[in-house]
């Protein structure tokens, strides 16, 4: 079984430019999360989606927003990008949303702003 | 306030040797989960174990085993007989019930270096 794919696997943009990240779940799983990783740092969590709605958000500004789609993929959007968005973007899904389960990671989307 | 420490910041082993990774963390939730992941080289955290807050019994899987003590709010993880293929960096990370948002708190990692 496949496993939890993102897209692009690297991207480079400019500052005050838009990123959009995509994500695929493993087949079955209903929940996707996105997390930040700095280098040298763990991850950071961004956001839960369960059954395409927002359950969680963490400590992110307003330019960052997520949404899922009704095959349970999906999308992380951030605007205006700041040198301090460079970072590997990962996806984790689960096949619920409680807290209690594993989340399995896909490989990261590393993003530079330059 | 919810903080996972993992106060190593690097290890170095030669293979054979055994290793601990310290992971000590914070919450006021009564039931919560514990989680360790391995982060290779080419990126993508691996699942290694989940705990909750209510099953103390310490736990071996192969090479590995983990500690966990809920008296000293500590969940520590021992590889035996250390391989090169275990150079990596490990995560070790809470969950809390009370919250159900899916957020993993994760500590700042160990990289583990094991030399042949």
């Known amino acids: 079984d496949a496993g939890v794919t993102q897209s692009p696997t690297h991207l480079i943009k400019t500052r005050g430019q838009h990123v959009t990240l995509r994500c695929s779940p493993i087949s079955g799983h209903k929940s996707v999360s996105w997390y930040q990783q700095v280098l040298g740092q763990g991850p950071q969590f961004i956001f839960q989606?369960?059954?395409?709605?927002?359950?969680g958000r963490g400590n992110f500004p307003d330019r960052f927003s997520a949404r899922q789609f009704p095959n349970y993929s999906s999308e992380l959007n951030v605007n205006a990008l700041l040198l301090g968005d460079s970072a590997l973007y990962l996806c984790?899904?689960?096949?619920?949303?409680?807290?209690?389960?594993?989340?399995?990671f896909g490989p990261g989307t590393r993003l530079t702003v330059t | 306030a919810q903080k996972v420490t993992q106060a190593q910041t690097e290890i170095s082993v030669v293979e054979k040797e055994d290793v601990t990774l310290d992971c000590v963390y914070e919450?006021?939730?009564?039931?919560?989960?514990l989680f360790w992941y391995k982060q290779p080289p080419s990126g993508e955290l691996v699942f290694l174990i989940r705990r909750n807050s209510f099953d103390e019994q310490n736990e071996i899987s192969g090479r590995y085993s983990w500690n966990f003590q809920k008296s000293t709010s500590s969940f520590n993880f021992t590889i035996t007989a250390s391989q090169v293929v275990d150079s990596a960096v490990y995560f070790c990370?809470?969950?809390?019930?009370?919250?159900?948002?899916?957020?993993?708190?994760f500590g700042q990692g160990t990289t583990l270096q094991v030399k042949p």
């Open positions: 984790a899904s689960s096949d619920s949303g409680s807290n209690r389960y594993e989340q399995y």
């Open positions: 989606y369960y059954e395409k709605e927002e359950r």
């Open positions: 919450t006021r939730d009564t039931t919560y989960y």
């Open positions: 990370a809470l969950s809390e019930a009370l919250t159900n948002t899916g957020k993993l708190i």
